[in-house]
């Protein structure tokens, strides 16, 4: 059985900084690209930051572009991410998902919802003014 857990979540001022960690188990973690996605009440889920199956390649979004920061410590079967200059606008729920990569695509990110095989149960992220 597959799990995603999320946690790191919370309520923080504008301005700082969280860390999201997802721990993974029941599949092996090194054959999976990993993403953050988020959802805002009457919005939809946005792919926030995803990272590549041995973790060199990653690609953020304009939106967090330069405050947002993807990694991954395959020997811990863990996904973060590191939020700096949280704005009001960042506040969702932040979901961790898991996207079955074969070995010619290791390298390769998906930013739309429908490539990820699996997704955690979500983290409330809030921030305020």
């Known amino acids: 059985q597959v799990q995603l857990v999320e946690s790191g979540g919370g309520l923080v001022q504008a301005g700082d900084s969280l860390r999201l960690s997802c721990v993974a188990s029941?599949?092996?973690?090194?054959?999976?690209?990993m993403g953050w996605f988020r959802q805002a009440p009457g919005k939809e889920r946005e792919f926030v930051s995803g990272i590549s199956r041995v973790g060199g390649i990653t690609d953020d979004p304009d939106l967090v572009k330069g405050r947002f920061a993807i990694s991954r410590d395959n020997a811990k079967n863990t996904v973060y991410l590191q939020m700096n200059s949280l704005k009001p606008e960042d506040t969702a729920v932040y979901y961790c998902?898991?996207?079955?990569?074969?070995?010619?695509?290791?390298?390769?990110?998906?930013?739309?919802?429908?490539?990820?095989?699996?997704w955690g149960q979500g983290t409330q992220v809030t921030v305020s003014s």
């Open positions: 029941g599949l092996t973690f090194s054959n999976y690209a």
């Open positions: 998902a898991a996207d079955f990569k074969t070995n010619s695509r290791t390298w390769y990110i998906s930013r739309t919802r429908n490539a990820y095989d699996y």
